[in-house]
């Protein structure tokens, strides 16, 4: 059995070497790194693959949700919702812009934000949400754009996990996440369902203005060289990236397959267990959605029951299985992010979250065996532990 590793980036690349050997040494030939033609070709295929009108590739996921928040022109003291639980890059770039960030609980079966707990959240000072589509699931997109509608809100939808998933809405209609609210950002760091050898990121938008301030922010606030018109960043995906991004794009269904397959075999050996929750989108949806496209597990995570997480982890390590724990601990408890407008009993799925999850290998080069052998180890201690 070849050695478990919780993302496999050299496995993948192997298997389509030749493209990418080939995509980078373009680039080096033509030593068009910034801006180069590789990544126009990018952009473009990147909106055929998302059906939506604008992509405006940038150097960073992070990046790429601050600057989609800079397009919509928000004011510093205006409000923002966003889920408690999830990366600090969400609510870090909030800060940022100072805008004041509003923390709130989330589902205990999706771990996406909580749409009653958006409407609680909601006042005159509101002016946007941000739907973290967590672990590659997809928030429930159709309650918060009618939550936003009604409430005159943008939605700017944290893609940085989930690119490929596709959202079906109450009538059948399809959409890819990330193309649903006013503006999306994604993430193309190596570990994504789509990442590059480096650093590199991207904003969705189907709103031409919008887009068009937004191309300019990422390049200085400049459309024609030394002409400033908007304040802005230098925030720009280089060639290589591009080129790296285009030669994968096209298997990315394909990967996000392998992930999903990978999380039926898992679901498959955990689902009766007591002391084990399996992941909801895939087999376990119960009318969410009518396939399972809509979660694409750029993490497995299991929540556990009467089980010593922190032995797990070190029992998994010692048998050469890597594993994590996103998240440790809840945004709202951070040192950076406290309030005292926040009340430990708003967070209680949050709160209880952080004590159970663990996520698991998951990437598009697990086979059987590593599976096989994963799961007969996790389910032997809980067994011999519980």
């Known amino acids: 059995m070849k050695n478990i590793q919780m993302v496999d980036l050299k496995g993948q690349y192997q298997k389509i070497k030749d493209v990418v050997d080939a995509s980078i040494a373009q680039v080096l030939d033509t030593t068009a790194y910034i801006n180069g033609p590789q990544v126009h070709q990018f952009q473009k295929n990147l909106e055929t693959y998302l059906g939506v009108k604008h992509v405006i590739p940038c150097a960073n996921g992070t990046d790429a949700l601050q600057i989609a928040m800079m397009g919509l022109d928000l004011k510093p003291g205006d409000e923002v919702i966003t889920a408690d639980f999830t990366f600090a890059a969400t609510v870090e770039v909030i800060a940022l812009l100072q805008l004041t960030p509003v923390l709130v609980d989330v589902d205990p079966n999706s771990f996406n934000i909580d749409v009653e707990a958006i409407k609680k959240a909601i006042t005159p000072k509101t002016k946007a949400i941000v739907p973290v589509h967590l672990f ?71 709103d031409d203005a919008l887009a068009h301030r937004l191309r300019g922010i990422v390049n200085h606030g400049m459309y024609e060289r030394y002409h400033h018109d908007v304040v802005g960043v230098n925030s720009r995906l280089d060639s290589i990236q591009a080129a790296v991004l285009d030669a994968k794009l096209p298997h990315l269904d ?57 032995a797990l982890v070190k029992h998994l390590n010692e048998n050469g299985i890597p594993c994590g724990v996103y998240y440790p601990i809840p945004l709202h408890l951070q040192k950076a992010y406290k309030d005292a407008r926040y009340k430990e009993e708003d967070f209680p799925v949050t709160n209880q979250l952080v004590k159970e999850v663990i996520s698991l290998p998951m990437h598009t080069e697990l086979d059987a065996d590593q599976i096989e052998f994963i799961t007969a180890t996790v389910i032997n201690f809980i067994n011999s532990n519980s």
Do not use: W
């Open 254 to 310: 394909t990967y996000n397959q392998a992930r999903r397959n990978a999380a039926r075999a898992y679901n498959a050996a955990f689902k009766d267990h007591k002391n084990i929750t399996i992941p909801s989108g895939i087999d376990t949806c119960k009318g969410i959605c009518d396939t399972c496209d809509c979660h694409v597990f750029h993490q497995y995570t299991l929540k556990l029951k009467g089980v010593d997480r922190d």
């Open 136 to 206: 590659g699931y997809c928030a429930n997109m159709e309650a918060i754009m009618e939550i936003a509608e009604a409430h005159n809100l943008y939605v700017i939808e944290d893609n940085a996990q989930a690119i490929g998933a596709t959202y079906t809405f109450s009538d059948g209609r399809k959409a890819q996440a990330g193309t649903i609210g006013h503006v999306a950002s994604t993430s193309f760091f190596p570990s994504k369902n789509l990442g590059c050898y480096g650093d590199g990121g991207a904003i969705f938008t189907n």
